[in-house]
DNA sequence: TTTAACTGATACGGTTCCGTAACGATTGTC
DNA sequence: GACAATCGTTACGGAACCGTATCAGTTAAA
């Protein structure tokens, strides 16, 4: 296994997008949004605690459109929600075991996807 | 510039997926949706003639669903729509300037977050 | 203790999208 | 010519999302 950085053409990387979406819309998955995805992404790869707040802020959006994004993926059961009890203020947002599997069966589909790529020096 | 098979970890590819639709979010740029993205890419990368019965059976979606997309990325200025002449029942989808700008800055983004990636033989 | 700051959620009017069903227009068939 | 098949669109009620403004609850400061 060799570590380098790859140069991707323009081709090449909008072949994986292109690929990877069709594959994503055409499989049983409810279709996330982008903001619903970084979020979820964000929840899962980045280390905790995360609140509303730091969402708002890490995607630049307004706090609204996290409490939404965390409503529609709270009832498909990809996050939950916890009252922070050390500040009531705040609200801890959760992984759970069937958003590890989504994001897991996620990046499974962009690793098929990924296979056949050009790699340089 | 060597061509080979891209192995990618889980780790590797969820990165680059958080670290896309991060910067999609945080640009000024209008967040289309998977079924956008996946019309729009098979607009711009396979070869025409596109109708909307085509493309509903490439996504396999409903012939509304498209229908729908279309008016919003027409709004957008990133496809437009024509009458067939041969045959006055179909639409023919089009690329637009301003979609190939739109589809080449998708590129650039996705390029920039793709630069670390760990190569296998 | 009164006030201010801060949290996440809610309300609002408007837009987009959802799946399903029906529609007018055009073409092909008998 | 009459009829059916095919095209894309529209209609429908319901859901999600948009940005903005405001809200109640909690904490910190005066």
Known sequence: M??????LTTAEVLGLWHSVHLAL?????PDLSARQ???LLTVYLEAPPHTVRALAARLDVSKPVITRALDTMGKLG???RRRDEKDKRNVL???TVEGALFVERL???????????????
């Open 2 to 7: 060799v570590r380098m950085s790859i140069q």
């Open 25 to 29: 819309v055409r499989d049983d998955e």
């Open 37 to 39: 995805i970084a979020i």
């Open 78 to 80: 990809l996050v939950s």
């Open 93 to 95: 947002i959760q992984r």
């Open 107 to 121: 990046a499974d589909t962009v690793s098929v996807h990924a296979k056949e790529l050009r790699a340089g020096p």
